[in-house]
């Protein structure tokens, strides 16, 4: 086993993934610093350690904390994620995605910590040539987003390579689900996933929910993803540092389970499960959507013994579900 670890920076620890991955990290006796500029994420998810305000785009912020609080090892995870955004502005996706990863690692550098895991993304492989997605399939990123994040894993793969940091580039499929006590999920403004997006339609939030396709080559002419939950999410994470610091220099691997769910199975189960209806629009297809993605999931298996625990599509509904009741007073 790698030797005890005291604290663990969590860049962008106020949103989603990162919140839940500071839960965790608390739940093993680690302290998780986070480090956030609170544009997307939220101060009430900061719960189990200090929140240091600052930007990813200044470095010096982010050397100052690593500086006063010598942590263990940086999670990353600040970044713009709204694909259709990154089209209209990829200067800011770039700033922030690639630019601020390398301030990180400038940072790093300076003040001597050396493990890293980076938030990935399935977008970098593109239109895949097969699916389940291996690990060793070319990378081809069709969007803005997707090639600001494969830039940062080619920059981590040339530092590690001169042992300047060691690594762990997770890929994440379909993100989902909340902490199962609805006490922290999914808040994004504006929300653009399909899950939350569907059971606000269930409730009769706001206006119905856009169907983005029908006509995909598809069991049931929608689009096919990969749902894996927020938390099985975290758990990968600090399986990747401990293999880390067991002395693997470089990992890559994809997080998902391996089977596929329709956006049409996806209304029917909100509709199983909180017995509404999500009220719906067929519209036309969203630009740069796959019809298939979904993860071999064999090499995260046997590398951290990646075991989705909370991903079959039921959990997944009802844990966001129970977050998005609170979360909305009903
Ligand atoms: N969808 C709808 N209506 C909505 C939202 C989504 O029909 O209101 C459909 C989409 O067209 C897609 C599926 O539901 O077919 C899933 O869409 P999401 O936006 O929930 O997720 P994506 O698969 O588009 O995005 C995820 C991550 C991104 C990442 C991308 C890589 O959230 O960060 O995978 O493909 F870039």
Same mark, same amino acid.
């Given at each position: 086993?790698?030797?005890?670890?005291?604290?663990?920076?969590?860049?962008?620890?106020?949103?989603?993934?990162?919140?839940?991955?500071?839960?965790?990290?608390?739940?093993?006796?680690?302290?998780?610093?986070?480090?956030?500029?609170?544009?997307?994420?939220? #101060?009430?998810?900061?719960?189990? %350690?200090?929140?240091?305000? +600052? /930007? @990813?785009?200044?470095?010096? &912020?982010? *050397?100052?904390? !690593?500086?006063?609080?010598?942590?263990?090892?940086?999670?990353?995870?600040?970044?713009?994620?709204?694909?259709?955004?990154?089209?209209?502005?990829?200067?800011?996706?770039?700033?922030?995605?690639?630019?601020?990863?390398?301030?990180?690692?400038?940072?790093?550098?300076?003040?001597?910590?050396?493990?890293?895991?980076?938030?990935?993304?399935?977008?970098?492989?593109?239109?895949?040539?097969?699916?389940?997605?291996?690990?060793?399939?070319?990378?081809?990123?069709?969007?803005?987003?997707?090639?600001?994040?494969?830039?940062?894993?080619?920059?981590?793969?040339?530092?590690?390579?001169?042992?300047?940091?060691?690594?762990?580039?997770? #890929?994440?499929?379909?993100?989902? %689900?909340?902490?199962?006590? +609805? /006490? @922290?999920?999914?808040?994004? &403004?504006? *929300?653009?996933? !399909?899950?939350?997006?569907?059971?606000?339609?269930?409730?009769?939030?706001?206006?119905?929910?856009?169907?983005?396709?029908?006509?995909?080559?598809?069991?049931?002419?929608?689009?096919?993803?990969?749902?894996?939950?927020?938390?099985?999410?975290?758990?990968?994470?600090?399986?990747?540092?401990?293999?880390?610091?067991?002395?693997?220099?470089?990992?890559?691997?994809?997080?998902?389970?391996?089977?596929?769910?329709?956006?049409?199975?996806?209304?029917?189960?909100?509709?199983?499960?909180?017995?509404?209806?999500?009220?719906?629009?067929?519209?036309?297809?969203?630009?740069?959507?796959?019809?298939?993605?979904?993860?071999?999931?064999?090499?995260?298996?046997?590398?951290? %013994?990646?075991?989705?625990?909370?991903?079959?599509?039921?959990?997944?509904?009802?844990?966001?579900?129970?977050?998005?009741?609170?979360?909305?007073?009903?």
């Amino acid at each position: 086993m790698g030797r005890e670890m005291k604290r663990i920076l969590v860049v962008g620890g106020a949103g989603y993934i990162g919140s839940h991955v500071c839960r965790m990290i608390a739940a093993r006796g680690i302290e998780p610093i986070v480090f956030d500029n609170l544009s997307s994420g939220h #101060r009430h998810a900061v719960k189990w %350690g200090p929140l240091e305000v +600052g /930007d @990813i785009r200044v470095q010096g &912020d982010i *050397e100052r904390v !690593l500086a006063r609080y010598k942590p263990d090892a940086v999670m990353h995870f600040a970044a713009c994620i709204e694909v259709g955004e990154g089209e209209r502005s990829p200067l800011r996706f770039w700033t922030n995605n690639t630019g601020g990863a390398l301030n990180l690692l400038n940072a790093m550098a300076t003040t001597g910590v050396e493990n890293l895991v980076f938030s990935s993304t399935c977008a970098v492989y593109g239109q895949p040539e097969f699916v389940p997605i291996s690990e060793r399939q070319a990378c081809h990123p069709l969007s803005v987003y997707g090639r600001s994040k494969r830039a940062v894993e080619q920059i981590l793969s040339d530092v590690a390579n001169v042992g300047g940091v060691r690594c762990a580039i997770l #890929r994440y499929f379909n993100a989902a %689900g909340a902490s199962p006590d +609805g /006490d @922290i999920g999914e808040e994004h &403004d504006p *929300e653009t996933h !399909l899950i939350p997006n569907a059971l606000k339609a269930a409730a009769g939030i706001g206006p119905k929910m856009k169907l983005f396709g029908t006509d995909y080559p598809t069991r049931d002419g929608t689009c096919i993803r990969d749902y894996v939950h927020v938390l099985d999410l975290a758990d990968a994470h600090l399986a990747a540092l401990d293999m880390l610091k067991m002395g693997e220099r470089k990992i890559v691997a994809n997080l998902g389970t391996g089977d596929g769910v329709s956006v049409l199975e996806i209304l029917g189960a909100i509709e199983r499960i909180t017995g509404l209806t999500p009220k719906y629009e067929v519209c036309e297809r969203r630009p740069g959507d796959a019809p298939v993605l979904s993860a071999d999931t064999a090499y995260a298996e046997e590398l951290l %013994g990646f075991n989705p625990v909370r991903s079959d599509i039921d959990t997944i509904i009802e844990d966001a579900w129970r977050f998005h009741r609170r979360q909305w007073g009903i």
